[in-house]
């Protein structure tokens, strides 16, 4: 009998147990992989750590919190440019107007496109600075991105549909406004104060949290299948799969810390309020494609930051580490991201070598002077990026948090934003759940 078991060893996972580590709890985190992190993944890439998934610590969040507690290096996200490319042609310059005068647009589009990026920008800089008022807020937070850009001209739509898609995941009909038009404008805005890139990759802070740990708190390829609530006999009994074969084991608590679409997977009996909010967030999937290249003699793709690639199968490809470090070993070397938000999830692409290859061509289309400067290539697709902060998930989020007895729900799609610093606060929340219930009463 464990006091409390953890299914999943992703940020949430972890997270908690983390944040019971003082608590003298014997807890157990069942992780079905054969690594900790989830979709906090770094590779190592041509002497590079480069994320796969979650690629950046936003600021004054969580995240940030625990790179300081934890002690990880980062460098800012210094963008100082911003790029489209449309119609064969690739634009990045320092300012919005230069950006959209060397696109391959008419003139009305040209127009259109520079008032929709100023109306984002103004908007987004009330926002930041504490302008907008609560009734305008609440009108953000209801109306989707597919509503705001509805009268715009098509090849102006697409252009900014991508860059959302790109930058916040999902498709505009279900991002709200609130939400997903700050995250566009924060590239826009060349944001240099809301981003940090972790020098060792975004499984850095996993690693670090369990180090802090218990040896032997993450049981590896493990996977849970099933959980049966006992009622009235105060402890939950979990069905395990993995390399010992099978096994039952029980617990007074359990934290499930998986994707939202994988918990009716774990727990069959859920009650139909639970599987009715889960049904309703929307976690669509995602495919990466990271490369590294050597640029010596190319400086001028050092300054990339967030290029919005129109008509290919990636949205966006994002340099995380815009102006290079100060290490002299980096000096010359590129690290890209390619975004397929709108791709999804492509089962198999990693091995799918011809695929890989075509993607790599279309980022030779974007930028043809890297042909035969890669240095390596890694190639990933997510069933689940992440958990879209849609207006319908905000407004069943207290049902997606609420606990069933001792069985807890913590993950990005139980958070008030998303991400991996969704995912902590929420860990953090169900820590103190737990920890509460070890209280006397009265
Ligand atoms: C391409 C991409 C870009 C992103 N960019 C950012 C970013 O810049 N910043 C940011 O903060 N976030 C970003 N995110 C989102 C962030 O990665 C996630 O929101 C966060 O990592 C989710 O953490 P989690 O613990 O809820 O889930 P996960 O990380 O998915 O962890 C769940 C864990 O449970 C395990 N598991 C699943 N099923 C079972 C089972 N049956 N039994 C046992 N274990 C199981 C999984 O293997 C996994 O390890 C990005 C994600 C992607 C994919």
Known sequence: MHDVIIVGAG?????????????????????????????????KLAGTSANSGAMFVYKGTKSEELVHELGIET?????????????????????????????????????????????????????????????????????????RIADLQPAVRDIIATAIRGGAVGDPANLSAKYAMRYFASYLAREKNNRL????????????????????????????????????????????????????????????????????????????????????????????????????GLPEFKDWAFIVTVGMPFDAIINPVPGGTEETSRANILQLTCYGNSAGYLPGFADDEQRVAQWLEDVYTVAPQLRGRVLGVHAQTWQHCFALLSPERAAILRELQRSIGSLHFAGDYTSETAGTHGAYTEAERVAALILASLQPTG
């Open 197 to 296: 890139f972790a020098l060792e990759g975004m499984q850095a802070i996993p690693r670090a949290i369990l180090k802090r740990l218990p040896d032997h708190t993450v049981r590896y390829n493990a996977r849970v299948t099933g959980l049966t609530l006992l009622e009235g006999e105060g402890f939950n009994e979990v069905a395990v799969t993995g390399e010992d074969g099978g096994q039952k084991l029980t617990a007074k608590h359990v934290v499930l810390a998986v994707p939202a679409p994988v918990v009716p997977d774990v727990v069959q009996n859920l009650p139909e309020w639970k599987t009715s909010a889960l049904k309703r967030v929307a976690s669509p999937g995602s495919t990466t494609l990271n490369i590294v290249a050597d640029i010596e």
């Open 75 to 147: 460098v800012p996200f210094l963008p100082e440019t911003y790029g489209i490319h449309v119609n064969g042609e690739t634009v990045v310059a320092e300012t919005n107007e230069d950006v959209v005068a060397g696109l391959n647009l008419t003139d009305s589009e040209k127009t259109e496109l520079i008032k929709f990026i100023g109306t984002s920008l103004t908007e987004y800089q009330d926002y930041v600075s504490d302008r907008t008022s609560a009734g305008q807020l609440d009108k953000l937070s209801g109306e989707t991105v597919a509503e």
């Open 11 to 43: 940020a949430a996972g972890l997270g908690t147990a983390y944040y019971l580590r003082d608590s003298g709890l014997d807890v157990l985190v069942l992780e079905s992989g054969p690594d900790i992190g989830g979709r906090s993944h770094t590779v």
